[in-house]
Nanobody, 122 residues
């Protein structure tokens, strides 16, 4: 049974940093592309980042240079390091697998976690 459990969210002031974790079970992160997706109130799911099997990464333009995705195969966990946060980054962040990007950054995923809330405000 696929399970994804996120942690690490919270409140942070603009310019601050957070590191999100995604603990996986029922599959191995070494065998799947792992995605980070966010959803702000009143909006649809938005692709943030993904890491492929060999470690290649992709990011939505709005987070390039500020966010870094990584994974630890031994721990079966994926991470999202978020720096220089802005209020526009406020959203529920969740990790997911078996996703399809329809029209960037719109995304649909077969499996996802419940998410962790990130709030950026002063």
């Amino acid at each position: 049974q696929v399970q994804l459990v996120e942690s690490g969210g919270g409140w942070v002031q603009p310019g601050g940093s957070l590191r999100l974790s995604c603990a996986a079970s029922g599959f191995t992160v070494s065998s799947k592309w792992v995605y980070w997706v966010r959803q702000a109130p009143g909006k649809g799911p938005e692709f943030v980042s993904m890491i492929k099997l060999g470690g290649a990464t992709e990011y939505v333009d709005s987070v390039k240079g500020r966010f870094t995705i990584s994974k630890d195969n031994a721990e079966n966990t994926a991470f999202l390091q978020m720096d220089a946060l802005t209020p526009e980054d406020t959203a529920l962040y969740y990790c997911a697998i078996d996703c399809r990007i329809t029209t960037m950054p719109q995304i649909q995923c077969a499996y996802r976690g419940r998410g962790t809330q990130v709030t950026v405000s002063s």
